[in-house]
């Protein structure tokens, strides 16, 4: 039994997906009621993007042994994306419990408590005396993590370097190493970091957006028209990828293109949905149906839009990524009950805040907004540092008049670095003022006034 694990996850190393659910069969037949077993299928299957199939052997791992350590960190893993942080640190702490020598999962149980604010205890966490954080590599990476957040980009680049994260090309590693970069104001540096990591992952639009911006900082505004114009009118891209090409535009002399672009960025920030966005390449079928999709919705063939989601979620019923997709079709189609259906089924697989905010607008569309509310607060607690979510909360708090929350929302956001977002910066001017705080208003007034593009965007 002991051979055909090592020899599974040998395969599973090697990407041999396949050769590994072959001999978890075999291991199967051999010795079915072993937790590791299902703990190994159940990984599997997730990396196959067979979600949902996957968290049931996790609980069939669970239910053989309840005090499996292996099967309790997958499920604070499983619940730290589906459901936040916050809900993770239980099965963290029971799987430390039985195994409080595993350094993987204090790793992983210090970054949740990152992800919550909770610094201190993420250091306490890391710096146990069992735990050899000055020379475990994904604790001096954590510690970089925290470091980088807290400002201290000195501190951040000496612990990444020991870490060896980066030579090594872990891909957060390298996105550190650039936002540290930044911090010192290294643009090109970073924007070398950036392109390595790119080269590897050129889906990966998070290190899209930061390779333009440390571009934008180098003064490199005809690279990023030439690189990123394209992408830039890509239904997937970010507003903020879109301003930045507008005002490179605009800072080449170019104002006339740039301006289209900028009042797309606005206009898309606003909106807050992104529609078939590129879905983590699992599943046999869920690049491709992003694609096909995506075509699908730019030629307004609502028909074919509907039929391809349906065929899609037929071939992929239990990869939560397809169902995702499927939800942004009815949203598409004007089908809300349909899309809050496939859109909880992804959320079973991983809450991010981009489908957090469809089903918000779903909800408000079908007229739900307590359960919209319910779901923000939600989301918000599982994850304190999310300036747009707190923006969100602010603007449904200015509906209700609630001025006193939107100042605190709004300045939680400005502290977490939103002190330049036009929407952040234009509700806390309105807030100052229905506060009868007028020195208040005045300074973020001029704030604004400094962010703000001006006249290319009202002509």
Do not use: C
Request: charged fraction near 25%; avoid cysteine.
């Amino acid at each position: 039994m002991l051979a055909l694990l090592d020899e599974a996850r040998l395969a599973l190393g090697e990407g041999d997906l396949g050769k590994a659910g072959q001999i978890y069969e075999q291991a199967r037949q051999v010795e079915p009621e072993n937790p590791e077993l299902w703990v190994d299928i159940a990984r599997l299957r997730f990396r196959r993007g067979e979600h949902l199939t996957a968290f049931d052997a996790a609980d069939r791992a669970l239910e053989l042994d309840p005090n499996s350590a292996s099967a309790l960190l997958l499920r604070a893993q499983f619940t730290r994306d589906s459901h936040g942080a916050a809900e993770s640190l239980s099965w963290f702490e029971a799987a430390l419990l039985v195994d409080p020598s595993n350094p993987g999962a204090w790793a992983d149980y210090a970054a949740s408590l990152g992800d919550l604010g909770r610094y201190h205890d993420m250091l306490t966490a890391l710096r146990r005396p069992d735990n050899d954080a000055a020379n475990n590599p994904q604790m001096l990476y954590l510690q970089a993590v925290m470091a980088a957040r807290a400002g201290d980009s000195l501190l951040a680049g000496s612990l990444l370097d020991r870490s060896g994260q980066v030579r090594r090309g872990v891909p957060g590693a390298i996105m550190l190493g650039a936002i540290i970069d930044l911090q010192q104001s290294n643009a090109d540096s970073a924007a070398d970091g950036l392109e390595l990591l790119l080269g590897r992952q050129p889906e990966n639009l998070r290190a899209g957006d930061l390779l333009a911006y440390a571009l934008w900082m180098g003064g490199r505004d005809r690279e990023i028209v030439a690189r990123f114009e394209p992408r830039a009118n890509d239904q997937g891209a970010s507003p903020y990828l879109i301003m930045l090409v507008g005002r490179s535009l605009e800072r080449m002399g170019e104002r006339q293109r740039g301006i289209v672009y900028i009042k797309r960025a606005l206009e898309r920030q606003a909106e807050d949905l992104t529609l078939f966005a590129n879905v983590t390449p699992t599943g046999v079928r869920a690049p491709t149906a992003t694609l096909e999709l995506r075509a699908a919705a730019s030629t307004g063939d609502r028909q074919r839009l509907t039929s391809l989601a349906s065929s899609f979620v037929r071939q992929d019923r239990y990869s939560g990524g397809v169902h995702g997709l499927a939800g942004d079709a009815a949203l598409l189609d004007g089908e809300l009950a349909g899309s809050l259906e496939h859109y909880e089924v992804a959320a079973r697989v991983r809450r991010s805040w981009p489908l957090v905010r469809k089903m918000i607008y779903a909800f408000d569309a079908a007229r739900y907004p307590d359960a919209a509310d319910a779901l923000l607060a939600r989301a918000l607690a599982g994850d304190p540092h999310n300036a747009a979510a707190l923006l969100l909360l602010a603007q449904r708090s200015a509906q209700r008049s609630d001025w006193l929350r939107v100042a605190l929302l709004l300045d939680t956001a400005i502290g977490l670095g939103a002190g330049h977002d036009l929407e952040v910066l234009e509700l806390r001017v309105q807030a100052a003022r229905e506060l009868g705080q007028e020195a208040q208003a005045n300074r973020y007034e001029a704030a604004l006034n400094e962010a703000r593009p001006g006249d290319f965007v009202a002509s």
